[in-house]
């Protein structure tokens, strides 16, 4: 457990998904707390994004349920848990892209709202949407077309969508990829913000300096198993961990050099 106690916002509870014969997720169990930053974290194909999946509504699990403001929404569809505040970023960038950075988040949140949302007065809404975006640090993007923003702005022009839902739920899928390290510790600084706000964050990032930075608590997977969870110093030195990496180095033919990711998590010096 992280650095705060408290009860959890979202219990995932021994899920599993098979895909024919692949079984994506395998018997996961964890957990994510309002206040706190929780990582989830594995090699490539480990499970994550099926996670996420299950989470939001767009999987259904084999077997497993997803509980949730403590309520059983294994269930529920994706709308429903949404407009709980299950609010999502996604690996893929999911922007309008002939529309400006503002417009993106005004029709995020007004989709979010429903249809009165769409004949609400919009002028202290408007400002807000200025606000939010100055908050994620991309308010000189406001009127750029979202097809014409570098990627690592796309990624928290994506973030600022899911904020404007007012999530109390985040779960953010490599958010950092493409931002620099500037814009990465600006970034790291913002979610623990929200955090201390109240909200639970769950993420899924590669970037190991990041998500031992920030996370209160990390879940490692392996092959669709939860293999250790803990804080980030327990996950740095845990023995299992560090064997799952270990086993887990390619080479990468484009500069013939191999890549040991045990580096990466900062497990060996
Ligand atoms: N719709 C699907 N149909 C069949 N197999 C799938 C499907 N979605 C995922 N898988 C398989 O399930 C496993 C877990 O995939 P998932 O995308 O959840 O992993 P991940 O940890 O998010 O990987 P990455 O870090 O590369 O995004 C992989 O073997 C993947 O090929």
Sequence with gaps: MGRHSSSALLEVDDVIVKFGGVTAV?????SAHRGQITGLIGPNGAGKTTCF????????????????QDR???????????????????????????????????????IHGGPLA????????????????DRVGIGQ??????????TGTARLLELAR???????????????????????????????????EGAAILMVEHDMDLVMAVCDDIHVLDFGQIIASGTPADIRTDPVVQRAY????????????????????????
Excluded: M
């Design 26 to 30: 395998n018997r996961a169990t964890f």
């Design 53 to 68: 999946n299950v989470i939001t509504g767009l999987q259904k699990p084999t077997s497993g349920r997803v509980r949730y």
């Design 72 to 110: 059983d929404v294994t269930r529920w569809p994706v709308h429903r848990r949404a407009k709980h505040g299950v609010g999502r970023t996604f690996q893929r960038l999911e922007a309008f892209g002939s529309l400006t950075v503002r417009d993106n988040v005004r029709v995020a949140r007004d």
């Design 118 to 133: 769409w004949v609400r007065p919009s002028g202290r809404s408007a400002l807000e949407i200025d606000v939010l975006l």
């Design 141 to 150: 993007y406001a009127d750029e077309r979202a097809d014409s923003i570098p």
């Design 162 to 196: 899911a904020l404007a839902c007012n999530p109390q739920l985040l779960l953010l899928d490599e958010p950092s990829s493409g931002l620099d390290e500037s814009e990465t510790d600006a970034f790291g600084d913002l979610l623990k913000d929200l955090a201390a």
């Design 246 to 269: 270990l086993g887990y180095a390619e080479v990468d033919h484009s500069g013939d050099e191999e890549i040991d990711h045990t580096t990466e998590l900062g497990v060996v010096s």
